[in-house]
Structures are given as C-alpha cells and as structure tokens.
C-alpha cells in the first residue's frame, strides 16, 4: 500500500470509530464518511455526498460536544465546518490543496443537537495561486450560516 493509500486508509478507519462511539444515526441518504486530517476528525464526525454537476456536499450531525452552553452549535464548529467546505470546493475546482488566506461569515441562525447541518460551496474565482469560494450551511430547513473565504495553492509562501 502506497503511502497516500495508508493515510487515506487510516483517516476512514478514524472517522468511522468516531461514529461508533457516538450516538450518529446513518447518515441522509447519499453522504458517506469523510476521511479528513486529524483535527477534522477529532471534530467530525463529518460526511460527504458528490452532488449534481461534481459539487462536494458536507453534512455533519450535531452532537452534544458540538455545541456552546447555550445549547447551540458553537460558532467556532461552524466556522471548522466552513473552512473545510470551502476548501474542498477548491480542491475540487483547481485539483491543487490550498491554505485559508481569508474567511468571513454570517451567522443567520441556530442549529441545535440533534440536527443535521449540510453545507454546498462552490467557487467563484480562481487565478493562478488564489481562489475564491462562498458556501451556504443549513439545518432543517433554514440557513444558519454564510460564508465565503479566499484560498491560496499550498507550497508557496503565504
């Protein structure tokens, strides 16, 4: 197993003991497990779906870890949900990992423990090292949270 392989094979095995040791009810039809870096994981669990035309759905469902003491999602958990959204529609468009040179938000309303949260992005720039991405999170209906962010190819100097 090449070493791409192992990471891709270990990132699945982490997100799948995280949902076994939680109660997570299956997933909407369509989204799977998403292997992701450590941290994603260790806030996750998080899953995707290839929607139509390629674009890269996310959903996650809320736990009670997930949330402030107000009994909503805590902000910085949408915010790691954005980012990782954004990011992948960037991967998706340009085929190169970028790091976050911006994010900016608006918070619209509450999600709360128990829902799922689904997140659609897409981009709507991209040059030669910088894209850009805006993304709508939603639960039950309602929107919760948009976002946009500005991403720069990995491997330069930012």
């Known amino acids: 197993m090449e070493g791409r392989e192992r990471r891709l094979a270990y990132l699945q095995h982490a997100a799948l003991s995280s949902i076994m040791t939680e109660t997570v009810p299956p997933p ?41 003491s107000m009994g909503i ?48 992005a897409k981009v709507t720039r991209a040059a030669k090292e910088i894209t850009f991405a805006e993304a709508r999170i939603h639960a039950d209906g309602r929107d919760v949270l948009r976002g946009s962010g500005v991403f720069k190819k990995a491997g330069g100097r930012t």
């Not at 039809?29 to 450590?38: L, Q």
């Not at 970028?98 to 829902?115: E, I, N, P």
Request: hydrophobic residues 40%; proline residues 7%.
């Open 73 to 120: 999602v805590h902000g910085g958990m949408l915010a790691t949900f954005l980012d990782g959204l954004l990011a992948r529609a960037v991967f998706g468009s340009t085929g190169a990992q970028s790091v976050t040179l911006h994010l900016s938000m608006d918070f619209l309303s509450a999600a709360r423990k128990g829902q799922w949260v689904f997140g659609e």
């Open 28 to 68: 909407p039809e369509g989204f799977v497990p998403s292997p992701r870096g450590p941290y994603t994981t260790h806030n996750g669990p998080m899953f995707h779906r290839i929607g139509e035309g390629g674009s890269f759905d996310h959903a996650f469902f809320v736990l009670p870890r997930h949330c402030n």
